[in-house]
């Protein structure tokens, strides 16, 4: 009976042991790095609102359609990893969800650095997207021009800026007294302050360059926040503790630094979402005329 009782022991922890094993070498186990590789396709979320970061090339359809600088680098990082790229679009506010609960590995969405994400995620080295965010600004409408000058004017007025954003971080530290307006999507937002809406919406300066580019009706208001240095250049946001994948991320970055693409890239962005704009307006005269 002893006997019995010792083989069933015995087997018990055979048993154990394989089933830890089993669990072992379960995908979720896996780092993210490994996982990319393994499935070669890298998944990286992003929010298509934010010329000339990411936009929507609107003559292209499916994985093509995603345009912008952003995109050049996510496909410059997935040839370094030797795999395929495969662009999730989401809100912006959806793609810090999608990397903190792993369900993406990284989103390159023209992050600045704050604090706060620096705390919950694993953050990249520095990516220089030429002067789209070193000014952070206020659209509002040509018509107000006189009426919004200085920060004073925008009391108890309506502000926009985007959920999650650096640009909603700014505005409730440096326009205490306006009333922070959330929106989803930047190109709402846009239409929020035409429809009058809004009194104004919070930008990076080049993303206002290329709205006020295709909207002719709105304009930068000639009061701007104050940036500190940390925000003027973006980073990528990736899973916290997948720091293998931070590693590959940050060696890709500084491959790119090195062959001087940052510039080339966003120069090339610029040109694409004013051309796309260009095309808009077309679309647009033409209706008009007919
Ligand atoms: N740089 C700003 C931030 O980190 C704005 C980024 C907005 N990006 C976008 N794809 N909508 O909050």
């Known amino acids: 009976m002893k006997k019995m009782k010792k083989l069933v022991c015995m087997l018990l922890a055979v048993l154990t042991v394989f089933a830890l094993c089993a669990c072992g070498s379960s995908s979720s186990?896996?780092?993210a790095l490994q996982e990319i590789k393994d499935s070669g396709v890298l998944t990286v979320a992003l929010s298509p609102d934010f010329s000339p970061m990411e936009f929507v090339d609107s003559s292209k359809s499916g994985q093509e359609q995603y345009v912008g600088f952003d995109v050049m680098l996510a496909q410059f990082i997935a040839d370094e990893l030797g795999v395929k790229l495969e662009i999730q679009a989401?809100?912006?506010?959806?793609?810090?969800?999608?990397?903190?609960?792993?369900?993406?590995?990284m989103s390159i969405s023209g992050f600045s650095w704050t604090e706060e994400r620096a705390?919950?995620?694993?953050?990249?080295?520095?990516?220089?997207?030429g002067e789209n965010e070193t000014e952070q600004v206020l659209l509002i409408r040509k018509d107000d021009a006189d009426k919004y000058k200085s920060a004073e004017d925008f009391d108890g007025v309506d502000?926009?800026?985007?959920?999650a954003s650096l640009q909603m971080m700014m505005v409730t530290e440096q326009l205490p007294?306006?009333?922070?307006?959330t929106i989803g999507d930047i190109g709402v937002g846009v239409l929020e302050l035409q429809s009058g809406n809004i009194e104004a919406l919070a930008v990076a300066a080049?993303?206002?360059?290329?709205?006020?580019?295709?909207?002719?009706?709105?304009?930068?208001c000639e009061w701007e926040f104050d940036v500190k240095t940390e925000y003027e250049a973006n980073v990528v946001l990736i899973t916290k503790g997948e720091t293998e994948l931070l590693e590959a991320v940050n060696a890709a970055l500084q491959k790119a630094y090195d062959a001087g693409y940052y510039g080339e890239w966003y120069e090339e962005a610029v040109e694409l979402a004013k051309s796309e704009t260009a095309m808009d307006l077309t679309i647009e005269d033409d209706a008009s005329n007919g």
């Open 29 to 31: 186990d896996k780092s």
């Open 90 to 105: 989401m809100s912006f506010d959806a793609c810090q969800t999608a990397v903190s609960t792993a369900s993406v590995p």
């Open 119 to 129: 705390e919950n995620f694993e953050l990249s080295d520095y990516y220089y997207a």
């Open 159 to 163: 502000v926009g800026a985007q959920n």
């Open 177 to 181: 007294n306006a009333k922070p307006y």
């Open 206 to 220: 080049g993303n206002a360059e290329m709205i006020v580019d295709s909207n002719p009706d709105l304009m930068v």
